[in-house]
């Protein structure tokens, strides 16, 4: 792993060390690490690390995680945010989606933020049942998505 990207191999961990300015006493490396599920965007590994997938060969594509557990960190990770409150391995372990409820939700006006509360109800590995919440705002250009423990008290 270097400052940006993730590599496989050493010869290619060197490549993209050059090309961030990763001096190579600082790549780090882990032969232990195993990829588990690969999007185009982000990498989730056997360490329980989320990475940008940039760098990854093409010929790997591993999808061990669930397409809600996919989903769900796909909307994080997208929103720019460095992680949920829950935790990406939170977020790795749901098996599916039981059901998604609307409980608040803000729109205002042109210069309000709109804000959208989700209590997720999930099905986790190991057949254990669990409950979640998805908040979602807009400011202007900016979107962000979090996925946190217990709603926010202010709505």
Request: charged share 25%; glycine share 4%; aromatic share 10%.
């Given at each position: 792993?270097?400052?940006?990207?993730i590599a496989v191999c050493r010869t290619e961990a060197v490549r993209l060390a050059e090309l961030d300015g990763t001096f190579l006493h600082n790549v780090?490396?882990?032969?232990?690490?195993?990829?588990?599920?690969?999007?185009?965007?982000?990498?989730?590994?056997?360490?329980?690390?989320?990475?940008?997938?940039?760098?990854?060969?093409?010929?790997?594509?591993?999808?061990?995680?669930?397409?809600?557990?996919?989903?769900?960190?796909?909307?994080?990770?997208?929103?720019?945010?460095?992680?949920?409150?829950?935790?990406?391995?939170?977020?790795?372990?749901?098996?599916?989606?039981?059901?998604?409820?609307?409980?608040?939700?803000?729109?205002?006006?042109?210069?309000?933020?709109?804000?959208?509360?989700?209590?997720?109800?999930?099905?986790?590995?190991?057949?254990?049942?669990?409950?979640?919440?998805?908040?979602?705002?807009?400011?202007?250009?900016?979107?962000?998505?979090?996925?946190?423990?217990?709603?926010?008290?202010?709505?």
């Amino acid at each position: 792993m270097t400052k940006r990207y993730i590599a496989v191999c050493r010869t290619e961990a060197v490549r993209l060390a050059e090309l961030d300015g990763t001096f190579l006493h600082n790549v780090r490396c882990d032969p232990d690490v195993a990829l588990l599920h690969r999007t185009e965007w982000w990498a989730w590994w056997s360490d329980e690390r989320l990475t940008t997938a940039i760098g990854l060969p093409d010929n790997l594509w591993p999808e061990t995680l669930s397409p809600d557990a996919a989903e769900l960190i796909f909307q994080v990770w997208s929103s720019g945010l460095s992680a949920p409150q829950c935790g990406w391995t939170v977020l790795a372990k749901v098996k599916s989606i039981a059901s998604r409820e609307i409980i608040y939700t803000n729109s205002l006006g042109n210069n309000t933020p709109m804000s959208r509360w989700e209590k997720l109800t999930l099905l986790f590995e190991h057949d254990e049942r669990g409950l979640l919440y998805c908040h979602s705002y807009r400011d202007g250009e900016a979107y962000k998505c979090d996925i946190v423990t217990k709603p926010h008290s202010a709505f």
